[in-house]
């Protein structure tokens, strides 16, 4: 992401909108992370537009009361991306 300070691998900047596809080996897998960022989401009360496939799931982060983006879209979005990152 060119103009953010935040560096997030994947992640496509479109206008106001910050968005990544997630690619699973199946749909069980797409569902567990479907459901990771849905909690993460809840728990910092800031709720993405997802759509989920069976191998895919996309990601995009706004705030629609800023009229744009804010600071915590990257953190979320960082957040998101922790998810996928080996302990």
């Not at 989920?52 to 629609?64: L, P, R």
């Amino acid at each position: 992401m060119n103009d953010s300070p935040w560096q997030l691998e994947g992640w496509i900047r479109c206008d106001q909108v910050i968005t990544r596809t997630f690619k699973f080996d199946d749909y069980y897998q797409t569902m567990a992370f479907a459901n990771a960022v849905a909690w993460l989401s809840h728990r910092a009360d800031h709720h993405p537009l997802m759509r989920v496939g069976y191998d895919t799931c996309q990601v995009e982060y706004t705030t629609h009361h800023a009229g744009g983006l804010t600071e915590k879209d990257y953190a979320c979005a960082a957040r998101v991306n922790a998810l996928l990152t080996p302990l």
